[in-house]
C-alpha cells in the first residue's frame, strides 16, 4: 500500500506542476503585456521590463497554487477512478479516509511552498517592486522623453514632445504649468535639450526659439514673452513621485502581530489591518490543502455514471468559491474591529468541515442510498449465478 501510496501522490504532483505552470504563464503573461505598454510608453529599457516582471512572479504563483493543486487533485482522482485503479483499491477494502491519505500529503507539500511564498518571498518581492517603481517615478529624464504623446508627469503639468531626432533634440516642445492657481504658463519651443547642470546633476529642459504665455486668472490678462532661449528646472517634475506610503503586505509577519507606531506612520493604515494581513498568513498555507481534500472528497460521493461526475465537480466548485465568498465577506469586519480575527479562520475551517463532512458520507452513505438488500427466498439473476 506503501507503494500505491507514491503512486498516487506522483500522479498528483506531476498534474500540480503541470496546471501551475500553465496558469501561472497565463496570469503571468497577462499582467507583464499591461506593464510592457506602459513601461515601453514611458521610455523605459527592456531590462527594466524583465526585472520588474520577474519581481510580480512570486504573488502570481501566490494567486495560482491553490487553484492548480484543486484541479490537479480533481484531474488526477477522476482519471484513476475512470482507469478503476481507485476501484479496485476501494473494492480491497480501502475506506475514503484511507485513500485520502496520499492526496492529504500532496496537501501538505504545496501548503509548505505557500507558507514560504507568503511568509517569505512575496513580502521580499513587494519591497523590491515598491524601490525598483519609486526610482523609474524618480527618473523625471525617462518620463517626460516620450514624443507625440501628452504627459503628465505630475498634477497641473503637461507635457508634449513633437520628435526627438537621433542626436537627442527635441522639436516641437510645449509645456503648461498650471500647479499655481493663480497664474498658469504655458511654454511653447521649436528645440529643446535635456542638459545636466550644477554638481548635483539636476536635469534642466533649455528650449531654444519660443515663447512663454502666462495667463493671470484673478485680473484675467495674458502676456506673451519671446525668448531665444529659456532654462526650466524639470526636476520640479518629480512631484509626488517617489517611495510614498508603504504597504502593508511589505511588513515580515512578525511585526504584523506587533505593529509599531512607525509602521502604522509609514502606512497611514490601523491596527486592524495588520493583525488582519497576519492571521491571514497563517490560514493561507493551508489554502491548497482544503482545496484538494474537496475535491478529492467531492469525487469520492456517488458511484460510477454514465454521465461522468459533473455533478461532483459542480459541488467542489461551489464549495471552493464559498470558501472565497466567506473569506471577502469576513475581511471588511476582521479590519475594522481588532477582537474580531477569528472570523478570518472561520471560512477555511468551513471548507475543512465540508471536506471532511464529504469524506464521511463516502464512507458511510446514508441508508436510502444504499441498493436495497436481496429479498428472502428470490433467485439470483441469470448473469449472477455462478
Known sequence: MKRFDRYVLSQLLLLFGFFALILVSIYWIN???????QLIA?????GTFLALSLLTLPNVIRMVLPIAAFVATVYAVNRLTVESELVVAQASGLS???????????????????GVLVHVLVPQSRIALAEREAEIEANVTARIL????FLHP??????YIREITPQGVLQGVFLSDARDPGTRTTYMAAEGYIVREGESGQPTLLMLDGSAQTYEVS????STTVFDSFSYDVADLAGDAGRGRRDVREYPTHVLFAPSAQALAETGDEVGDFLYEAHLRVVQPFTPLIAA???????????YSRFGVW???????GVIILVQVGENAVADAARRDTDLWPLIYAPFLGGLAAALTMLLLAAHPPVRLRPPPPEPGSEPAAGARA
Open 31 to 37: 499582467r507583464a503585456v499591461i506593464l510592457f505598454d
Open 42 to 46: 514611458d521610455g523605459q529599457s527592456a
Open 96 to 114: 475514503p479516509w484511507r485513500l485520502a491519505r496520499p492526496v492529504v500529503a500532496f496537501g501538505l507539500i504545496a501548503s509548505a511552498l505557500m
Open 146 to 149: 516620450s514624443e507625440g504623446r
Open 154 to 159: 505630475t498634477g497641473g503639468v503637461t507635457f
Open 219 to 222: 485680473a484675467q490678462r495674458l
Open 293 to 303: 481534500l474537496v475535491g478529492f472528497a467531492a469525487l469520492r460521493l456517488g458511484g
Open 311 to 317: 455533478k461532483q465537480i459542480g459541488l467542489a466548485v
